[in-house]
């Protein structure tokens, strides 16, 4: 009985009063390699801000909040892999990721809906993660904390229109994500006024793509619209380029890459224009934009990053909310982190006291992020504005915004 009472005092010494007793591990898969690599790699880095922003408050439900992050290496396979053993070995309540929607579709329909485990992924645009929700087949875990490409497509287009693209070419991913925005963008483009002259796919990881250039220029467009990632992406405008191509270009959310200008050279981009999902800035913004680049080394506007914040912000939440990694509550506490008749909360230690404060007394939040404001709607999407950008002198740069009134009100003129 001694040796038991003294191995108690010991063990409360060596514990200091007020650590958290226990650990609760969320689970990323992310493109920290490979083509998007260098979405993953921001997106990983604000989820970890986002748990040390809610550790440093205090914790959720009594433990310390930790990430198990794996590398898909942008392979769908690798992707569902590393789900699987988080999962199924380790047992975590959610999973963020992945970064793109060929990484999220597969660990949703292999992994987490059928294990009914919450996934969010911060950038995952494709409709088919919708079509999936309305077809039953998601468990209603899944969530996001970007828009649909249903609704950049309809940016997309009126943008380009405003730019004087009037007579289009496309090239694009010959994937889900690349297929659905070539659909979501044609329609409305072509109800607006404008001619899409070819469409042209294309296969990732190619060494050359001067055939698919070749076959797009025979069109003699006024503009390239070039559906990529930075890293194929950049062949591409070279290709495109150099076999005498319009220097006239529309590009998709993902191709806000400082890597993308720096390989394609910044003197033939000062006519590429591109849609991003935006924000409404807060003071989340505002806290995040001060704070990001000491947390990581990295720019508080590279892709994926702010949204990415909000998706580890919101998971930790929802875990309080939950009062603990009960993954069967976890979807409910996800909407109700985002009770519109709740307190309104911010990013950051002080603000994260204070939601956590309130979720402890029972009583509603509404964490508005760094992207704003945002609802889910039953199928765990989000509506939101648009940032219009053009590349000016090497640096991306906003020239205007699409609010969710107006693309609303272009869908109303095209139907």
């Not at 250039?213 to 070279?238: C, K, M, Q, W």
């Not at 982190?337 to 230690?349: F, M, T």
């Not at 404060?357 to 199928?379: C, M, T, W």
Request: hydrophobic letters at 45%.
């Amino acid at each position: 009985m001694r040796n038991i009472l003294l191995a108690s005092v010991a063990a409360l010494t060596l514990t200091p009063i007020g650590a958290q007793a226990c650990d609760i591990t969320v689970g990323l898969v992310l493109e920290l390699t490979g083509e998007a690599g260098a979405y993953g790699q921001a997106g990983a880095k604000s989820v970890e801000m986002a748990f040390r922003d809610l550790n440093d408050a205090g914790g959720v439900a009594g433990c310390t909040l930790k990430t198990d992050t794996r590398d898909s290496q942008t392979q769908a396979n690798l992707a569902v892999d590393a789900a699987t053993q988080l999962v199924q070995v380790a047992h975590v309540p959610a999973i963020i990721g992945g970064i793109i929607s060929p990484m999220s579709i597969p660990i949703l329909t292999s992994v987490t809906g059928p294990a009914k485990v919450l996934q969010v992924s911060p950038a995952s645009s494709s409709p088919t993660l919708t079509e999936l929700g309305k077809d039953g087949k998601t468990n209603g875990v899944f969530f996001r904390t970007i828009t649909s490409d249903a609704l950049q497509g309809v940016a997309a287009a009126k943008f380009a229109m405003d730019q004087g693209m009037k007579k289009i070419v496309i090239i694009h991913q010959n994937n889900d994500f690349g297929v659905n925005l070539v659909k979501e963008f044609t329609a409305p483009y072509t109800a607006l006024g404008g001619t899409v002259v070819s469409v042209t796919p294309y296969n990732a990881k190619q060494s050359s793509y001067a055939s698919e250039v070749t076959a797009a220029l025979a069109g003699e467009p006024d503009a390239l619209y070039l559906i990529s990632d930075p890293v194929d992406g950049a062949t591409i405008a070279r290709t495109w380029i150099s076999q005498g191509g319009v220097q006239k270009f529309l590009l998709n959310d993902g191709m806000n890459s400082d890597d993308f200008v720096a390989a394609v050279g910044k003197e033939y981009l000062g006519g590429a224009y591109g849609t991003s999902s935006g924000s409404v800035a807060s003071a989340s913004t505002e806290y995040f934009n001060a704070n990001y680049n000491a947390f990581s080394g990295l720019d508080p506007a590279a892709p994926a990053a702010d949204r990415s914040y909000d998706a580890g912000a919101l998971v930790g939440l929802a875990i309080a909310i939950a009062g603990g990694p009960d993954a069967a509550k976890l979807p409910d506490a996800m909407r109700k982190a985002v009770d519109p008749a709740g307190e309104v909360i911010y990013a950051g230690k002080e603000e994260f006291t204070k939601a956590l404060a309130l979720i402890k007394d029972g009583k509603a939040i509404r964490y508005e992020g760094v992207i704003g404001p945002v609802n889910f709607d039953q199928y765990g999407d989000i509506s939101g504005p648009f940032r219009l950008w053009q590349i000016v002198d090497g640096k991306v740069t906003t020239i205007g915004e699409m609010t969710t009134a107006d693309v609303d009100k272009v869908k109303a003129e095209v139907k």
